[in-house]
């Protein structure tokens, strides 16, 4: 399935080689906060200095505007990297130029560099090839481990593969293989869990999963944009009204096979504490809004999921981080930690739900890239395993 180089396929003894990971990870008050992304790249860091390579990593955080910002310096991440190995980690206050270019040639062997912030350059995001070149001057080898955001083509992502020699990291690997095996060629019956507030960025993935899928189960404010197409009252629930004609075409289309919440958790403020109500699916009030699946949803879904060969599940079915609305997402990721099936989530909020739930050990597996994952649920290429050498 995965027919690109790999770090197993190329020579990396004594080398230098720039590895781009996604060490977009939140950070409070100058320390992590979340650290599964750092830890999703030891792997390939760890066999790049097992095998006695001189590993620079290269990596965006947040969105600054054009300019080097302390609040998203990569400086903590290298601080938090280095208590989590046993080799020496060092600091370069920029990705390119003569901080990088110094730090990267004093680099020895079995030594990690971490250079800072690339979007701390307006050339990243436009895949600018002098700033690729740049990057790529500094290294022998070149490996994308970054599947978080293998769907852009930047500077560090896409340029830099047309200066080196390109191959891919461990996790962009089995990233790329769960997700594509999942979709292409998945045990059956395949069961996809589609949530989230917008349906506009999910049309392409439900159109592409509609000709894999045996059911869709649909939650989350998406849901509310499907009931609008059937012409409830939906009170003040967020609808996307762009999309509500798609919508209709996609029920349609689909018949049974996408399936819509029975009821639903309703609301008038969006808060902690807040008074709510459970109600089968019908007109829902003035000033109520919907904010979660409710009980007898839940207990339908897990009936199918519990039936399930292959789980694909992105988007939480409320809005989770208000517990009063964390029910419905809750119960999916139970049900789909206790299936048998092959399972795989991805999207921000979904992989949150199942780490807060306790219960992300039970997951086959679990993605590391929102934007990327959908992309690749839609069918899409994505331009940062593009450009990697073929095996």
Known sequence: MFNKKTIK?????????????????????????????IRAALPTIRYLIDHNAAVILCSHLGRPKGGSEAKFSLKPVAEYLATLVEFPIHFAEDCIGDAATQAAG??????????????????????????????????DVYVNDAFGSAHRAHASTEGVTHFLPSVAGFLMEKEIQYLGQAIDDPKQPFVAILGG?????????????????????????????FFAAQGYPLGSSLVDNDSIEVAREL????????????????????????????MDMGPIPDGWSILDIGPATVEGYAKVI??????????????????????????????????????????????????QSGLADKITHISTGGGASLEMLEGLELPGVAALQDK
């Open 9 to 37: 396929d190329i020579e990396v003894t004594g080398k230098k080689v720039l590895v781009r990971v996604d060490f977009n990870v939140p950070i409070k008050d100058g320390i992590v906060s979340d650290d599964t992304r």
């Open 306 to 355: 519990a039936t399930a060969g292959t789980i694909v599940w992105n988007g939480p079915m409320g809005v989770f981080e208000v517990p009063e609305f964390a029910q419905g997402t809750l119960g999916i990721a139970k049900a789909v930690a206790g299936s048998n099936a092959v399972s795989v989530i991805g999207g921000g909020e979904s992989v949150a739900a199942i780490q």
């Open 197 to 225: 507030a917008k349906i506009g960025d999910k049309i392409g993935v439900i159109k592409n999963l509609l000709t894999k899928a045996e059911t869709i189960l649909i939650g989350g404010g998406m849901a509310n944009t």
């Open 251 to 278: 029920l349609q289309s689909a018949g049974a096979r996408l399936r819509l919440p029975v009821d639903v958790v309703i609301a008038q403020k969006i808060e902690p504490g807040a008074e709510t109500r459970s």
């Open 106 to 139: 004093a680099l020895q062997k079995g030594e990690v560099l971490v250079l800072e912030n690339t979007r701390f350059h307006v050339e990243e995001e436009k895949n600018d090839p002098e700033m690729a070149q740049k990057l790529a001057a500094l290294a």
